[in-house]
């Protein structure tokens, strides 16, 4: 698959380009909330369910560890980034490409007999498969630049082997790579005055020209300039 750009307009300001972890992990939870109900059905007929039979998740946890909330229901899908994957690197235009890591995660709770681990399983299938095959659809709006995901790590053993008899966690790890994160060089001239009471205003601009020195040169008519 080639990368491919999927883009919304960013208002031009003195400021540049400006992404964070926030961004990457809208992008992902709009991925999943799109489309991750059509992979848990189709890991179901891959597994000879009847589609529809697994409860869809019932809650979404974002955080930068792999953790739920005692009140968050199960299935529960978590987004955990703890940063960077690798130092970001700017190009010869001063604009930065980074890559995030970020881990997905499924709890379930089943049993008896391991049921937990299995359905893990089938859950974390349906999530990998998600963002993969769906990272260049045009149908999400995001702020990134040329996106790309790609597919690190899998694990089930996030939890005690104990608990796999009724709860378990599968945890996908992917790198989320975009470019244009931040542009060397560019930021306003002067410190901004504070935002004042009413509408926020907009991100200031370039300043227009105060001064505009012009170089005259006399050339007589009857000669070429």
Known sequence: MTDVAIR??????????MVGG????DYLQAVLERWYPSYLWEVERHTGTT???????????????IEKFPEDQVPALMLAS???TDPPVADGGGYYTASWLVNLAVQ???GPNRRALELARWYTLALRACVIQQQQDPGITTR??????DWRDERYD???SIDDRTVCVGRVEVAVTTGEVLQRGLGPLEPLIPPQ?????????????QTVIETIEKVPLDEEP
């Open 82 to 84: 703890p940063g960077l």
């Open 8 to 17: 919304v307009p960013i208002e031009q300001s003195a400021f540049g380009p």
């Open 158 to 160: 996030t939890l005690d």
């Open 22 to 25: 926030d961004d990457i992990e």
């Open 108 to 110: 379930v709770v089943a």
């Open 51 to 65: 589609p529809g039979t697994l409860p869809l998740p019932r809650a979404l946890v974002r955080s930068s560890e």
């Open 197 to 209: 009471p009413g509408p926020d205003p907009e991100s200031p601009g370039w300043p227009p020209a």
């Open 144 to 149: 990134l630049r040329n996106v790309r995901v």
